[in-house]
């Protein structure tokens, strides 16, 4: 939940992932069984983060990749085929505009 001056995280023990589910999350309850829900004191909706994650390199947008192998398998051969799926990524891609 963000305010103006504050900004308060709630977390819950439910699955629940969409705006639909998570405003019927109980945020309080009283002796007389009377309820108080989460859309009953925010407006709770379904959106993209305002900080969206993204790899920069040298200020043009980039993906991350990381390779793992076992004490058996060939690094060098594990290091050729990945420079070689860069190559193919780079020249699928080096066109595509992304917003």
Same mark, same amino acid.
Do not use: M
């Given at each position: 939940?963000?305010?103006?001056?504050?900004?308060?995280?709630?977390?819950?023990?439910?699955?629940?992932?969409?705006?639909?589910?998570?405003?019927?999350?109980?945020?309080?309850?009283?002796?007389?069984?009377?309820?108080?829900? !989460?859309?009953?004191? =925010?407006?709770?909706?379904?959106?993209?983060? #305002?900080?969206? %994650?993204?790899? /920069?390199? &040298?200020?043009? @947008?980039?993906?991350?990749?990381?390779?793992?192998?076992?004490?058996?398998?060939? !690094?060098?051969?594990? =290091?050729?085929?990945?420079?070689?799926?860069? #190559?193919?990524? %780079?020249?699928? /891609?080096? &066109?595509?505009? @992304?917003?």
């Amino acid at each position: 939940i963000k305010t103006d001056t504050e900004e308060y995280l709630i977390r819950a023990n439910s699955r629940s992932y969409y705006a639909n589910e998570l405003s019927n999350l109980i945020v309080k309850a009283d002796a007389t069984g009377r309820i108080i829900k !989460l859309k009953d004191v =925010a407006v709770v909706r379904d959106r993209f983060s #305002e900080t969206p %994650n993204a790899n /920069y390199f &040298n200020g043009d @947008l980039s993906i991350n990749v990381t390779i793992t192998s076992t004490n058996t398998q060939d !690094l060098i051969s594990s =290091a050729d085929k990945t420079k070689a799926y860069i #190559e193919e990524f %780079n020249q699928k /891609y080096d &066109n595509v505009q @992304l917003n």
